[in-house]
């Protein structure tokens, strides 16, 4: 069973900046391109960045203004977003999800998805 579990969220002051983590299990991680999605409340949820196998990117937003960096390691199985600079319009649910082959999709093709971690920007 693939499972997928957000950490690092909080309430921050804006211009702070936070790392994610989206820890994996039930699946071949270092095959898997992994994703980062948002949903501010009341919005609709928006994708990020999506990371491949081999660490190549796709910019799912451009409106992140280069503030957002997907990473990963594959001995952790784990997926991480840095967010610098964060501002109140930041505020949302952030979520990964995992794609199902090594290269990203598109971004209404992932999957399978964690159950998200609450980030909070106060100005």
Same mark, same amino acid.
């Given at each position: 069973?693939?499972?997928?579990?957000?950490?690092?969220?909080?309430?921050?002051?804006?211009?702070?900046? $936070?790392? $994610?983590?989206? +820890?994996?299990?039930?699946?071949?991680?270092?095959? +898997?391109?992994?994703?980062?999605?948002?949903?501010? $409340?009341?919005?609709?949820?928006?994708?990020?960045?999506?990371?491949?196998?081999?660490?190549?990117?796709?910019?799912?937003?451009?409106?992140?203004?280069?503030?957002? +960096?997907?990473?990963?390691?594959?001995?952790?199985? +784990?997926?991480?977003?840095?967010?610098?600079?964060?501002?109140?319009?930041?505020?949302?649910?952030?979520?990964?999800?995992?794609?199902?082959?090594?290269?990203?999709?598109?971004?209404?093709?992932?999957?399978?998805?964690?159950?998200?971690?609450?980030?909070?920007?106060?100005?």
């Amino acid at each position: 069973q693939v499972q997928l579990m957000e950490s690092g969220g909080g309430l921050v002051q804006a211009g702070e900046s $936070l790392k $994610l983590s989206c +820890t994996t299990s039930g699946l071949t991680f270092a095959h +898997t391109a992994m994703a980062w999605f948002r949903q501010a $409340l009341g919005k609709e949820r928006e994708g990020l960045q999506c990371i491949s196998w081999n660490d190549g990117v796709d910019h799912y937003s451009h409106s992140d203004q280069g503030r957002f +960096t997907i990473s990963r390691d594959n001995a952790k199985n +784990t997926v991480y977003l840095q967010i610098d600079n964060l501002a109140p319009g930041d505020s949302a649910v952030y979520y990964c999800a995992a794609g199902s082959s090594y290269i990203c999709p598109g971004p209404s093709a992932l999957n399978c998805w964690g159950r998200g971690t609450q980030v909070s920007v106060s100005s």
